[in-house]
């Protein structure tokens, strides 16, 4: 099995020179921050303004992390981009999607944020279906599609939380932008691949909920919007080889369901009347 080296409050060289490769704002905890990745000898180096700031070297797997003192959830940071950046260069695909397990196969529910993914996983997870990812999906394509489950936390809207943590799930931290909780060990997704049985672009509606399969050759656009890369051509012509052998061996399907609390049990069921056998 393969691992990531991880050296917690490592020290970091200066600011590279080089304009960044990668720039982009987030908040955090109710804090704007600027984020940057640069090109590093060894690999990449992360800066984020105020936040959390690594060295990481895709070769080695090795990720030297200098944390924030007022950030209590550094782990949930070092997997996303940083483990991302590392499973990308072994030559796995990055999908912005959940993902659960329906009869021992993964269904990736893509969409950007803000489109009702983790709320989604967790009306699975209700239903007693393993949740194997609630953001980024890890996909190792040979020799068959499959899924690389992690990690096992929800992350869910205030306005979303009921205020006690479902079954199988336990608190782990709230703050005013997220609640954070964690999946217990029997119901998350272990570290063994899970093939893939259909990807499902979520889409919003008004006019109830639909399910309805799409040829590759028209989800090739979405998935391209929802997949990550590193500027430049390889990686471009990487990430379309890529894309378009998974939708070669995966069907897609768009799902049109309306935001709300009311049409999760009906979605859910919809999803498990095409996949559930």
Request: with cysteine; aromatic share 6%.
């Amino acid at each position: 099995m393969e691992t990531l080296d991880v050296h917690l409050n490592g020290e970091l060289t200066d600011l590279p020179n080089d304009p960044p490769l990668l720039e982009w704002d987030l908040r955090d905890d109710g804090r704007d921050l600027r984020a940057r990745l640069y090109r590093h000898a060894h690999g990449y180096q992360l800066r984020i303004a105020g936040g959390m700031a690594c060295l990481i070297d895709p070769r080695t797997r090795t990720i030297h992390l200098t944390k924030d003192p007022a950030a209590s959830l550094w782990e949930l940071g070092l997997f996303g981009l940083p483990a991302l950046l590392c499973f990308t260069y072994r030559g796995d695909l990055a999908l912005h999607a959940a993902a659960v397990e329906v009869n021992d196969g993964a269904v990736l529910l893509a969409a950007p944020g803000h489109h009702g993914k983790t709320t989604l996983a967790l009306a699975f997870h209700r239903s007693g279906h393993r949740v194997l990812s609630e953001d980024l999906a890890c996909c190792r394509l040979a020799p068959e599609p499959a899924i690389l489950p992690g990690p096992a936390l929800l992350r869910l809207r205030p306005d979303m939380y009921d205020g006690a943590a479902p079954a199988g799930t336990r608190l782990v931290f709230a703050r005013r932008d997220r609640i954070y909780l964690e999946l217990d060990e029997a119901r998350r997704g272990a570290g063994a691949p899970v093939p893939i049985r259909a990807i499902v672009l979520l889409q919003e509606s008004t006019d109830g909920v639909l399910l309805q399969q799409i040829g590759g050759v028209n989800a090739l656009p979405d998935l391209w919007a929802l997949s990550f890369r590193i500027p430049g051509d390889d990686s471009l012509r990487r990430n379309f080889t890529q894309l378009t052998n998974l939708l070669t061996k995966v069907p897609v399907w768009n799902l049109r369901r309306p935001l709300s609390r009311a049409s999760l049990d009906l979605t859910v069921a919809r999803v498990l009347e095409a996949f559930g056998s």
